[in-house]
């Protein structure tokens, strides 16, 4: 049987693209590889920014960075890359990291650079839902591997 196509923020599965150059591996996460065929994307480097980079936050309506610029297009054009993706291989769900100005999907920066978390999404988040893609967190995603593994068991 066809496995179905998931997004999901390639930092999660360990790639360095982090501004910083990390990442923020859930080695869990890759796990769902059992059940799902996984397409990692950075909005942000499919964007066009580098790694590393200067830390951004969404401030009102745009994207800028600790040093007060304005990186908004990047974050957009990440975004529709992110979207073709999800519409080529007709994706309806993304795994994404939480509280990115990216990916966040329930919670962004406040835009400050103090550390404060807010409610909102992040820009890839917010235009994938807005098409009809269902976001969760990382830790939303743990839960549905759980329960994935449960229903498994179950059938043996």
Not at 3 to 15: H, N, P, Q, R, T
């Amino acid at each position: 049987m066809k496995k179905e196509i998931v997004l999901i923020s390639a930092c999660l599965l360990g790639e360095k693209c982090r501004y910083d150059g990390k990442d923020n591996l859930v080695a869990e996460l890759k796990k769902l590889t059992k059940y799902f065929d996984l397409i990692p994307v950075c909005p942000e480097v499919s964007g066009g920014l580098k790694i590393p980079r200067k830390p951004s936050e969404i401030r009102e309506d745009k994207v800028v960075s600790i040093d007060n610029k304005d990186v908004s297009e990047k974050f957009y054009d990440g975004a529709y890359w992110a979207y073709v993706i999800a519409k080529k291989y007709s994706i309806k769900l993304a795994i994404l990291k939480e509280s990115s100005p990216s990916c966040g999907t329930h919670t962004i920066y406040d835009g400050t650079f103090s550390n404060k978390k807010i409610q909102g999404m992040g820009i890839t988040a917010k235009k994938l839902q807005d098409n009809g893609v269902k976001v969760i967190s990382e830790k939303e995603a743990l839960i549905l591997l759980k329960e994935l593994e449960r229903q498994d068991g179950k059938e043996i």
